[in-house]
Every structure is written in C-alpha cells, then in structure tokens.
C-alpha cells in the first residue's frame, strides 16, 4: 500500500464517525455553519494548485466566485487535503457527494485543559553527564506548541502556545473564568536569543504581526515563529471578534499567562534568582533550552471561557507540519463525557498526520481525576501525559489561641496575621453542613474573622470562587479542610487561604468549639525541598483505563504538573514569574524532554521515541521511595494513574530496546477497532482490505500490554527493536499481576549485527474463577545495564451464562 493510500485509509477510519449533528453552545443561531470537507492526502504537492482546487470545488457549489471567496474560511494544503467553509446544511450535503469529497465535519469546539522541576528530574543544568548536555540542550529542535486542554492553574491563567526546539503544539484552560486565551508574551526574558545561532534552515513558519504584537521586534532567533487563527471561530460565531469586550488580542499576544507559561516550561532561556513572592527561589528553564519556539494561538476568551474552534486546531496543525516542527505539544480536551473524543475533537486527525511525518506529538492526559475512564487523547500514536507532583511544598504555620500550632500548605506572601477571631459556619442539627463552596457574599458575618470550612470534594473551582467571595467582604482568611491533595487552591497572595487535612481541622473544630473566644494566627508560607515530602500522580489527572479502546494504555507517563513556577504575561509588571498546575503543565516537561531526545536521535521515530520514556519511567520518585496517587482513598500508583510511570529522560535517552512502530502498525490498530472495506476502498480509490481475521487490537506493538477481558488465557505478539549496544543479550523478568500467569517465547533475545529486531509471544493465563477488576505487573527485558519495563495489567472476564 503507498505512502498516501496509507493516510488517506487512517483518516477515513477516524472521520466516518463525525457525521453526527453539531450543535454550538450560546453562539448565535444562524443558517449556515462551519463545515470541514476532508479530501484526504494531497493531490499535488503545489499549495497554490491545491487551493486553488478547493476554491473550484466550493465555486461549483454556491454558483459564483464571490460566493466562494465570502465562504471560504481555511484551505488545508500542506499536512492533508481538504478546506473549511461557512455553509448551510443544504450546501454541506451537496459538497459532501462530490466524488472527491471523503467527508464533511461539522466544526467542533474544545476547551483548554521551574526553579526545581527539572532538578528533581535529574536534569540540573549544573551536571555534565546527563541527557540536557548530551544533547546540547536541544539545539537545533523546533517545538511548536498549540496550546490547548483542560487545565487548573494556580494564580496564571491559561492559554494557547508554541514551544521551543522542537516544534509542539500546546492549548489550556484558566483558573480565573473572566480572562482566558492563549499565545505568548514575547518581552519575557525566558524567550531571550542570547548564544543562538542562526534559525534553523529547515524552518518554513512565519511570525505574524497582530494587535500588541509586531513580528518584526517581537520574533528572534528564539522565538522564530507566532501565529493565531480565528477564522473557524468567528465564522460560527457570526460576527468579528471582539477583543477589547473580550480582554484578548487578535495576535499571538497572550493575554491570560498560560502560553507563556508552558512555552517556557518546555524550552525556555535561563533565568536566575527568579520566584514568586519569594516563594520557590531559583534559576527558571526550559527543559530544552536552546530549542527553537514557534506558537499557533487557536484558542479565545469567550463566555467566560475558553473556546477553540476545531477548523483552527486542524488549520494549525496543517501549517505547523509545513513549518517544520519536530514536537508538537497540545493540552485542549473536550468535556466529559466524551466516548467519541478520539474521532470527533480533530486532535486524533491533525497528529496522526503529523506523526506520519515524524512529528511527535504530545497530549495533555486532562483534568477530570481522580474517577476512572476520565483519560483523554487515548490514540496510540499520541503521548498522553498525566500530571505527578514533585518534592516541593509550601508549609504554614497556624497557630490557636491556646498555643497549639499545626502546618497547613499555602502559598500565603502576606503578613503575619496576628490572632484573629476564628469562625465556623454552624447550621442547626437537622440541616446539611455548610461546606466551603457554599460560602457567598451574603455571609456579612465572616467580615474580620477567619474562617474553617470542610470541602465535600466538589470542582475545586467552585472552593475557589467562595474564598473570591468572602475576600470581598472583608473576611480575613479561610482554612480549608479537604482530602489529602498536594494541589492547592488558588487564592489571592495577601489573602490567607490555607489546607489542612479532615483531621487536622477536624482537631481545629473542636477547639473552636469547645473555646468562649477561639483564636487563630496564619504565618506566611515558607519553601521546603526534599523529603519528606512525597511524589503523588495529582488528584486533578485524568485516569485509565480508556473508554474508547480499554486495551491502550493511556496515560503513557506522568511528568510533573504541580505548583510548576513558569513565565507569564505580567499584568502586573512585578509578577512576571507565577504558579501553574495542571496536565497542561506536565505536558511541556515531556514536550521539552521529546525535544532533547529528537536531538540525540534525529532517526527515532515518534513510536520509538515513546517506547523508550514509557520503558525507562520511574515507578517509584527519583530517591525511591513510592509514588502514590491521590484520590478518595490515596493509593499506591498504578498504570492507569500514571502509564510507564513518572519520566525518567536520562534512562530515556538509553533504553537498549524500543517497541517501534509506523503507519502500518497504526492501520491494524483501526482494522482490530472494526472499520469497515468499503470506506476504506473508497478512500483509497481501489479494492483495500484489513485481513479477513480481524487484527487482535491486543497486538498492536505498544511497550505495555493491557487485556480488558481475559478469559481462560491468550497469546500477543510483540517486536523489539535493538537501539543499544550491537552484541547484546536480553533476559526477561516477569512480575505476574495476582492471578495471572505469564510465559514469554523466547526468553532470551539474543541481538548482533545482523539481528536488530526480534519478536516474542506473550502468553496470558488466568486461574480466576469469577470476573475481577484490574491487577498489575510487568515484563522487564534486562541485558545487565538496560531494564526495559512494561506494565502489564489484567482483567479477567468470566462471561455469565442465561439459560
């Protein structure tokens, strides 16, 4: 099968589902909506002749040229085939049975999803033997970031961004609902070009000009590309975007701080003796500092939120495969549910093009944890990333009127409050308890006291929204008993809002209580590093297993994306460096990781470059101890909290073997997903077939194995790939999951000069008599200095019978 019949195949597959009726939230009604007419691989490697050809296609349709031009919204001509136009569901249909018209998609809509981080991944700029100087920091990598998905920050706001080095694209979600976006804040000195060389010859993208932005001044051998796309937006929308009503900018500014923050996560400059508020003091980084950054902003402020329209997510991937990125980073996130997420948020479509050129592309995991199936970007050509905390803490002192003082986690820089009068919400036995987001501006009583409140593990949003309120009305500070969490909420500097654990307030409640006066005293928050303090997968990190095809593992691995302190847009020009968290602050660690690996193998492929961070991650923190995962109750970590396990890129660099995988690969993983002949062959114009045995979806070459439904025992294949030393000889381990017994063939790989892959038999076996949850394990290849791990996990499926 060619090159081209491949992807137009793949795409096929993933777009005959998205024919369903689209309908936009609050935007205005009208009679025509933006379609998206896909036509598949590229015609002719001419841009001009393609478009021009989309042009003649629409003309056909709406009967005049000016018509056409009036309709046309986007001409995808670089990454695929195909347009976006404005049209009436009459028009859609007739476009649709065009004999070179694959299909016609409704436009969709998404939403957005260090001084220490990089030191606590063994990647201290200060060390000359590991990957970050290896790889010479990067150099010479293009990351583009679309900055896009679901994401709680910490007192930084989201938006969309491109990264450095390698090219990766990137979207998010803010904390404050009033001011959200994306893009980059080019003045930041973590974007600086000192020490560059000249931009990379292979680059193609462009910095475009826009309201509080000039290309000119703003661009540089750093930051060598910035655009924004809005068309697909304001076509539905049905009028121009408003961008003084909206607080954005119709550019690659960014408006909001997010952009800016993930950009500089993945690849920004050094920056020396950088904190908040005197809070978590250090030099702030890139993980790849000297790669090159390019953003694609695709994502606005509207109704109070981030709106990113599906047409400019594609459109941006288009252009970015033309630029010539090597990474792609991206955060955007539909909301739950989302079964058909893989196949109707463009992401799937736009990075599997991508990848077929190389590209890697990483994805936020999203933020809907810590329930099970809340895992988003499941395609397994994608690497979905879910967000861990790192050895960093912020503890505070309260202090009780009799003396006692416990330590609670904020990010408190105010004064010390002295004792003030401590308060709590009473309500008369037989009605429910007030919880902390019940708390509102009518609650005048609050005024010059302190206050305790219990959360009821509601959206952390909404906790946030009641400490705004009473701030207002002149409370003073507020203690916030919750579930154990390293995630803090977000309040204002000078405003003491401060966690404890149920039982630490549950001892501050009774004091208050059982005292005529009750006093509290709030000390400002201090900066600890190390242990004690714990490595946890975040409780906001979405879970396993997938929804949409349970036997892919997602998330692939967790990187940190807790209290990450990043550049941002200073709105207040003494606050340049904030606080973020949230999956889309893990995904640029892995963005800016892919980045350094892409320039130590500039021949691995995005599947090899995969296998080796999931087969190198950490399974407990970098000094050894266990990563737990936070939730309702806190548990041990397992794959479905954090896939391979927390990324380990120095290990990644060398992993001995690697689960590679290309096109082919992909195409049984749709033929083992049951897409059907007949839209096969007519994508590709003549007979193409998956085999007449449908594919085992269990075989697809990933570096984990999963088996939703075991019942007595099965048998997968799996491919390595020696990337190690020439004469090597590997021996496999195995930790069966409980229940399960496992037999690998051969169990000795025995690679040399002539023998660079093997395949081996993976034998699962269940003594299970009943239908069991999930259990986990691993297979470990080892030659003595390489450990090449997958986790392994197994349900068994006992199938009930019905006489």
């Known amino acids: 099968m060619s090159s081209n019949k491949t992807l137009s195949l793949v795409f096929l597959c993933l777009l005959s589902f998205l024919n369903e009726e689209h309908t936009v939230l609050t935007l205005a009604e009208a009679k025509s909506n933006v379609y998206i007419v896909y036509m598949g691989t590229r015609q002719h490697d001419d841009p001009e002749l393609l478009a021009e050809t989309h042009h003649t296609m629409l ?67 200060y060390s000359t033997t590991n990957v970050l100087h290896k790889s010479k920091m990067g150099n010479g990598v293009i990351i583009g970031l679309i900055d896009t998905g679901t994401v709680p920050l910490l007192s930084v706001n989201m938006c969309t961004r491109v990264l450095c080095a390698s090219v990766c694209i990137h979207v998010s979600h803010q904390t404050n609902p009033n001011r959200w976006s994306a893009g980059i804040w080019p003045e930041s000195q973590v974007f600086r070009d000192e020490g560059l060389g000249p931009i990379p010859s292979r680059w193609r993208g462009i910095c475009e000009s826009g309201e509080l932005f000039n290309a000119r001044k703003t661009c540089n051998r750093k930051l060598i590309g910035a655009r924004y796309f809005i068309k697909g937006l304001q076509a539905e929308y049905g009028q121009p975007y408003n961008s003084t ?41 890139g993980g790849a500092p000297l790669a090159r950054l390019a953003m694609y902003k695709v994502c606005w402020n509207l109704y109070g939120g981030g709106v990113c329209a599906g047409a400019d997510i594609l459109k941006a991937f288009d252009e970015a495969i033309h630029d010539g990125v090597d990474v792609l980073s991206l955060s955007i996130a539909p ?69 006692w003082t416990t330590m609670g986690q904020a990010m408190f820089t105010g004064k010390d409050t002295g004792f003030i009068n401590l308060v709590y919400p009473e309500v008369p036995e037989l009605l429910s308890p007030r919880y902390c987001e019940s708390l509102t501006p009518n609650d005048t009583w609050l005024a010059g006291n ?30 916030i008993a919750i579930n154990p969490r390293r995630s803090l909420h977000s309040c204002d500097d000078n405003f003491p809002c401060v966690q404890v654990s149920y039982e630490i307030g549950t001892q501050i409640l009774y004091y208050l209580r059982s005292t005529r006066n009750p006093l509290v005293r709030i000390r400002p928050s201090k900066t600890h590093l190390g242990r004690p303090v714990s490595t946890n997968v975040a409780y906001f990190s979405s879970r396993g297993p997938s929804s949409i095809s349970p036997a892919i593992l997602k998330p692939d691995v967790a990187a940190p994306g807790v209290h990450i302190l990043a550049a941002a ?34 021949d691995w492929s995005p599947a090899a470059i995969k296998s080796a961070l999931v087969t190198t991650a950490w399974t407990t923190d970098p000094s050894g101890e266990p990563v737990f995962a936070e939730g309702e109750p806190m548990k041990l970590a397992d794959p479905f909290d954090y896939g391979g396990g927390i990324v380990n890129s120095n290990r990644a660099a060398d992993p001995g073997l690697v689960y590679d995988m290309g096109t082919a690969d992909y195409i049984q993983y749709l033929c083992a997903m049951g897409n059907n002949n007949s839209s096969i062959s007519q994508l590709t114009e003549h007979p193409t077939f998956c085999p007449i045995k449908q594919p085992s979806i269990l075989d697809v070459n990933l570096p984990s194995i999963t088996i939703p439904t075991l019942g007595n025992s099965t048998t997968i294949t799996r491919t390595v790939t020696n990337v190690g030393a020439v004469n090597s000889r590997y021996v496999a381990i195995i930790e069966p999951p409980r229940g399960i017994t496992i037999a690998v063939k051969p169990h000795i790989l025995i690679f040399n000069s002539m023998i660079k892959t093997i395949s081996f038999t ?10 069991t949850g999930y259990s986990f394990g691993s297979l470990t290849w080892t030659d003595g200095v390489h450990t090449v791990r997958s986790p392994l996990s197994v349900r068994t499926e006992i199938v009930e019978s019905y006489d």
């Open 245 to 285: 009503e909206y607080q954005d900018s119709l550019s690659p500014r960014d408006s909001s701080g997010h952009g800016t923050s993930t950009s500089s996560i993945a690849c920004g400059s050094f920056v020396a003796n950088v904190s908040y508020n005197g809070l978590g003091v250090g030099t702030v980084r």
């Open 335 to 403: 909301d739950l549910p989302f079964s058909d997420v893989e196949i109707h948020n463009g992401i799937s479509i736009g990075a599997f093009h991508a990848v077929a050129k190389g590209i890697t592309v990483v994805c936020a995991a999203g933020n809907a944890g810590p329930s099970a199936q809340t895992i988003q970007n499941t395609s397994p050509w994608i690497i979905t990333v879910a967000a861990s905390t790192i050895d960093r803490s912020f503890p505070t002192p309260i202090t009780l009127g009799n003396n």
């Open 450 to 479: 302190v206050a305790l409140c219990f959360t009821s593990n509601s959206n952390q949003y909404a906790v946030e929204d009641a400490a705004w309120s009473v701030k207002d009305i002149g409370c003073l500070g507020l203690i």
């Open 762 to 771: 993976v034998r699962v076996s269940s003594s299970q008599k009943v239908t």
């Open 569 to 602: 847009s200073p709105h207040n020009p003494e606050i340049a460096y904030k606080f973020g968290s949230g999956t889309s602050m893990a995904t640029p660690h892995v963005s800016g990781i892919v980045a350094l690996l892409k320039s130590l193998h500039p």
């Open 59 to 125: 003309t056909s349709v709406l009967g005049s040229i000016e018509a056409s031009a009036q309709a046309m919204v986007y001409s995808y001509k670089h990454g695929f085939s195909g347009f976006a136009a404005k049209l009436t569901k009459a028009q859609a249909q007739a476009i649709s049975e065009l004999p070179t018209v694959l299909q016609v998609i409704p436009n969709r809509f998404h939403k957005l999803q260090t001084t220490r981080s990089w030191d606590y991944l063994q990647l201290s700029s």
